[in-house]
Nanobody
Framework: VHVVESGGGLVQLGGILTLLCAAF????????MCWSGQFPGKQRELVAV???????IYGDSVKGRFTLSEDNVNHMVAMQMNNLKPDDTAVYYC?????????????????WGQGTQVTVSA
């Protein structure tokens, strides 16, 4: 499984970005995907999950601001990030896994890309 993230950049407080994740796998509909953030000085943290059945789970810090959507035809997942804050600054990774035991455990996702940098200035 090959995973490619894109869409990061530098935005100001309150700005909007949309991150894209392309997963090159033939049986895309069997996989769950999540976005995790490598925040400065912290371990990688899960931000949002979209399961293989299309259900979404969001971390408390992004609820109401981030929205996941998927395109099963093109094997892509998008995360729209609204009202961005400096605390959202991180390298964001798209993680892909088949039937993770724990939706909210980044270790249960077997594949990820190189990440995309999101920087939010105050």
């Amino acid at each position: 499984v090959h995973v490619v993230e894109s869409g990061g950049g530098l935005v100001q407080l309150g700005g909007i970005l949309t991150l894209l994740c392309a997963a090159f796998v033939s049986t895309f509909y069997f996989y769950s995907m999540c976005w995790s953030g490598q925040f400065p000085g912290k371990q990688r943290e899960l931000v949002a999950v979209i399961t293989d059945s299309g259900n979404t789970i969001y971390g408390d810090s992004v609820k109401g601001r981030f929205t996941l959507s998927e395109d099963n035809v093109n094997h892509m997942v998008a995360m729209q990030m609204n009202n961005l804050k400096p605390d959202d600054t991180a390298v964001y990774y798209c993680n892909v896994g088949r039937s993770p035991n724990n939706w909210w455990s980044v270790d249960d996702y077997n594949y990820w890309g190189q990440g995309t940098q999101v920087t939010v200035s105050a």
